[in-house]
Every structure is written in C-alpha cells, then in structure tokens.
C-alpha cells in the first residue's frame, strides 16, 4: 500500500528543517511539508509521492488514529490519479538519493555487538494522581542506551565466579544517570552535565554459572541535581512566571535493581531487566511539566531490557551527540 | 482480561528465584531474589501491547529510507517526522 518510513527531524550536522541544509533528503523533506502546511514546525504526518509531491498531510491529527486513517486512504487516493511520471524520482535523481543514502548508512555508529538497552520511563503512582490528566497519567517515552562491546564487557566482574562482585566503571554509570535517568516522560528536557552527577555507583553481583551462562545481580544508585543559574534557557530553565520558583532546581535520584544473563560463548548480554526506581524533580515547557506547575518531586519509574535486533531497535540515543564516541 | 493474564503469569515468574532459562540439564541457572515490587513496577512501566502495538509495523526509520524503498516498490511513502525519533524517545 504506501512505505512507512518514521524520522526526527534533528541530524548531527543541520536539521532537516533548516533551510541551508542542502542534502538531497532536507531539501525533498522541505518540499512536501510546504505543500502542507505554513506551521512553523515540521512535525507531522505526510503521504507523498517518492519524487516529494504530497498527496496528503496533517500538522495537528497524528494522535488520533481514525483522523491518520482517512489521512491515509486520501493520500492512496489521489496516488491512483496520480501519473508515473509526477509519482517517481528520475533516474538521475534515484541514484542521488541512493547515493546519499548509502553515506547515512555508512556513518551509523550503531554498537553491533556491544549492549544496546531499551530504557522506558513512565510515571509511577502517586498521592496527588488525582491533579494528573489521564491522558498525562498513561504517558511513558521509549530511548535507547548504547554500550560497545568493550564497555559491555565492564558490566561483569572479570572473573565470572559465583559470587564475584565489580562496581561497573563510574563513566559508564554515568552516562546511565546522564542520558538515561532524565524526566523524559512526556517530552523532551536536557541531558545533565557530568559536574551534576553526585553519585553514579552500580555492583555487579555474580549469583550462579552455569555451562557458558553468567546470571548477574544488579544493585545501584544514581544522583543528579542542578541548580539554576538565574538565567532563562529553552528547554531546560523556565522564564519567571506565577508558580515558577525563583530557585529553580532539577534532578534525578535513582535506585536499581535487577538481574542478567550473560553468556560467555557467545560473548553478550542474552537477558538484561533492570527496574530504576526514582525521585525526580524540576521540569520545563517541553517535558509539559511547567504547564501544570508539576515539579515534584514525585517518583517516575525506568525498566532497563535488552533491545531487540531489528531497523527500529536501532534508533540512536537521543542523546548520543553527547555520548561523545569518536 | 488476556494482558491481565499475560503480566500476571510473567510477574510469577519473575518472583521466584531458582527458575532459569539458561541451563544445563536438570541444572537450572540460579537468579537473584530481587524485591518483592521489583516485577510489579517492571510490568507497570514497560508498555502493554496495546501501546506497542505501532512497532509491530516495518518502518524505515528515516525519510530517505522510505523515498528510496517507495520508488523501488512502486508504491506511495508516508513519513512520520517528529522532534526526537518517533521510534525512539519522540
């Protein structure tokens, strides 16, 4: 019926929406949103033709599944009365766009063989649940933890015997409670700077071997906290405003436990379920918790996994820019 | 009723140590007694399969992706571009 393909508009060097960006997938991307809309933002869901005529597309409607239907069922429409000719990209402009595309590939830093997690975060239950929206109750965001194969190795003591003990490496705890333990329930905020960790500690336990296989213990602690500076930043520090405190404050405190498997044949993670219990505090206009004045603290739950191996397990961190991987 | 039954079975079976899925024969891998809301609070926050239900469909997980399957395959592309990866933290 039509390819499903699913994007950020963010890009290590410029962002699909910016108009000096001048790669063949910016500017088509640029072509079919205009057709749409005169928004400001670029998010959204369109139908277009592969040579970036837009068949249909919607700025407001992406949560309303029946509204993406008859979105959807106009765009096949008009892609029958459509010609070959305004349908397909030339030749030309193929190889272009296939050309492009094998540059992208190229540079994925995807950490094949290492650890990759899924990190899920979600409210937990709490006294005041009854001032939250339903809609707001029900929320939780998806990210992914990268390690590569050297540092998936630190998640282990180094000799795998039962009751072997090893506190992971302090960077690699870090970048958990840096990248990962962040009030990024219902939308985005800012990774903390390294100089707000006040405590990254994670044990790795071994509780049992057998054959190739490794069973673990987990337990750990991690500490955020950051202080505002008293100036406005977008995105992380809210301007002054009725219920804003004047002392503006943010942070993460974050207990784990949990168990993994690793095995030693195969030299990887095969199991990995750790739940992070937390304390968060402090917010912003795009985490939509200065809105409702919702700063906490209150808890918020994250469950660690292994990812799975397919395209869409592979989405890079959100904050992988910051990761800082040569 | 059916997600109800399938996190109840997987809460179970979380909470008993000494049940492993990797192991030799007759020789089960031992794993930790973790606390007793540490499978609970797994199943609250992990995503039902209601909510999971949209990864079930085979993205391409960027616009260019998509433009270069959809004029190999003769078909139309439709692209879902957000702040942050809509399959990832969006």
Redesign the interface.
């Known amino acids: 019926m039509l390819v499903p393909a699913a994007d950020a508009i963010e890009r290590p060097g410029k962002a699909l929406d910016d108009k000096t960006n001048m790669s063949f997938e910016s500017q088509l991307v640029r072509k079919i949103k205009t057709q749409c809309n005169d928004f400001y933002s670029y998010q959204g869901i369109f139908v277009a033709t592969p040579s970036g005529l837009l068949l249909a597309g919607t700025h407001h409607d992406a949560r309303d599944a029946r509204k993406v239907e008859k979105l959807l069922r106009e765009g096949l429409e008009k892609w029958k009365t459509t010609s070959p000719s305004d349908r397909f990209m030339t030749q030309e402009v193929f190889s272009k766009a296939v050309a492009e595309l094998a540059k992208e590939e190229a540079r994925k830093r995807y950490p094949t063989g290492g650890l990759v997690l899924s990190v899920i975060c979600r409210d937990l239950p709490r006294p005041d649940a009854k001032n939250v929206s339903e809609v707001h109750r029900k929320m939780y965001n998806q990210d992914y933890a990268w390690f590569r194969k050297s540092e998936a190795q630190a998640f282990l003591p180094e000799q795998p015997i039962k009751g072997a003990k090893r506190k992971v490496k302090r960077d690699l705890v870090e970048r958990l409670a840096r990248f990962h333990f962040v009030d990024l329930v219902r939308g985005h905020t800012s990774p903390f700077p390294q100089n707000t960790v006040e405590r990254a500690d994670l044990t790795a336990e071994v509780i049992d071997v057998n054959d190739n296989f490794v069973s673990l213990r987990y337990k750990g602690w991690t500490q955020t906290s950051e202080v505002h500076e008293g100036v406005h930043t977008e995105g992380k520090w809210n301007r002054p405003g009725p219920g804003i405190p004047k002392l503006q404050k943010r942070g993460v405190d974050a207990k784990l436990e949990g168990h993994a498997v690793y095995d030693q044949k195969a030299k990887k993670f095969v199991s990995f379920n750790v739940v992070v219990v937390t304390k968060r505090w402090g917010g912003n206009v795009y985490n939509a918790r200065a809105q409702f004045l919702d700063f906490g603290p209150a808890p918020m739950g994250i469950v660690l996994s292994l990812a799975g191996d397919n395209v869409a397990d592979r989405v890079p961190p959100l904050f992988f820019r910051s990761y800082g991987w040569k | 009723m059916s997600h109800f039954v399938t996190g109840t079975v997987a809460t179970l079976l ?1 909470l008993v140590p000494g049940i ?5 024969e007759g ?6 007694k ?2 007793a809301e ?1 499978a609970q ?2 199943d ?4 039902n399969p209601s ?1 999971a239900s949209y ?1 079930k ?15 190999k ?18």
């Not at chain 2, 609250?44 to 995503?47: D, R």
């Open positions: 979380l492993g899925l990797y192991a030799d020789k089960p891998l031992r794993t930790p973790l606390s540490n609070l797994r609250f926050v992990l995503p909510e990864r469909i085979p993205w391409r997980t960027s616009v260019l992706q998509g433009i270069v399957d959809a004029q395959n003769d078909k139309p592309v439709m692209i879902y571009l957000m702040n942050g990866h809509p399959l990832g933290c969006t």
